[in-house]
């Protein structure tokens, strides 16, 4: 790992979806768990914590990162994600450490910030 990269954990990837779109995420999930060791979150089908939208969590190791975001960059099928590392400052890897494919969402960043000082 590239030494100034080490304070990255892992990566999330946020894969959004409504009510027209969760059988194409469902399908989009089972390719990723065929195709790479990732762990996935739970189906959140409303907007829960900062995410605006029904979402789950894809989980994966910073030597996958180029992988299974290029893996997405092309079989997203028309679905917004958010990937972002887990770094430890939720605010920033949210906001300046995050990557979008699709439409950016906005999400809300209050909620990250309450969490941070409570």
Do not use: C
């Not at 065929?34 to 959140?44: A, E, I, N, S, Y």
């Amino acid at each position: 790992m590239l030494e100034d990269t080490k304070e990255i954990a892992d990566f999330h990837a946020h894969v959004y979806y409504d009510r027209q779109s969760r059988e194409v995420a469902a399908r989009v999930r089972e390719e990723l768990n065929t195709k790479f060791d990732v762990r996935l979150g739970r189906w959140h089908d409303n907007p829960i914590g900062p995410h605006p939208k029904p979402m789950y969590q894809v989980a994966f190791l910073p030597e996958q990162f180029g992988a299974i975001v290029s893996w997405l960059m092309l079989h997203r099928q028309g679905l917004d994600i958010l990937v972002h590392p887990t770094t430890g400052n939720d605010v920033a890897d949210h906001t300046n450490h995050a990557l979008w494919l699709g439409d950016k969402l906005e999400l809300n960043i209050e909620f990250l910030r309450a969490i941070k000082t409570t």
